[in-house]
């Protein structure tokens, strides 16, 4: 109980480690953003879409569930200074691999639902454009390794 209390009062006087680490590094802002306008892109927020964000927040970036909360209001808060073409606009300058782990992490997202809306789709394939990638890259993860 003490601990708790503790690490609670630590939250406090530092702020929750997960939002540190999502405000102090502007391309994963950009990714989550991204991420979360695909939860948006069918104009209703479903839990397995949210479920599917907070896992690959937790699995592909380290954020814990206790800071999910903390990472999507500071998303909303701050999410309106990044525009859609500013976040891809990080994207462009990394790494294959990195841009295809992004497109891949938008797929899961419009597929946990397991319908495909227009909108989705739209986002999804103009995010592609703009970052170089194939869609064959988003559904079979080794087909771009053997062209670069």
Not at 40 to 45: F, H, I, M, S, W
Not at 67 to 86: C, H, K, P, R, W
Not at 122 to 131: D, G, P, Q
Request: charged residues 30%; glycine residues 8%; hydrophobic residues 45%.
């Amino acid at each position: 109980m003490a601990s708790g209390l503790l690490s609670q009062l630590k939250d406090i006087f530092e702020g929750d480690a997960g939002v540190r680490k999502v405000a102090g590094d502007p391309v994963l802002s950009a990714e989550l953003l991204l991420l979360f306008r695909m939860i948006l892109a069918d104009g209703v927020v479903k839990d397995s879409e949210m479920q599917t964000f907070r896992r690959i927040c937790n699995e592909a970036f380290g954020i814990g569930r206790d800071s999910m909360d903390g990472v999507i209001e500071y998303l909303n808060n701050f999410g309106y200074e990044t525009n859609g073409a500013q976040a891809i606009e990080m994207f462009r300058e990394l790494d294959i691999d990195r841009r295809r782990q992004l497109a891949r992490h938008m797929a899961e997202i419009a597929k946990a639902d397991n319908e495909l809306a227009e909108n989705e789709v739209r986002l999804l394939r103009r995010t592609l454009e703009l970052l170089g990638i194939s869609p064959v890259d988003v559904v079979r993860p080794d087909a771009g390794d053997k062209a670069d």
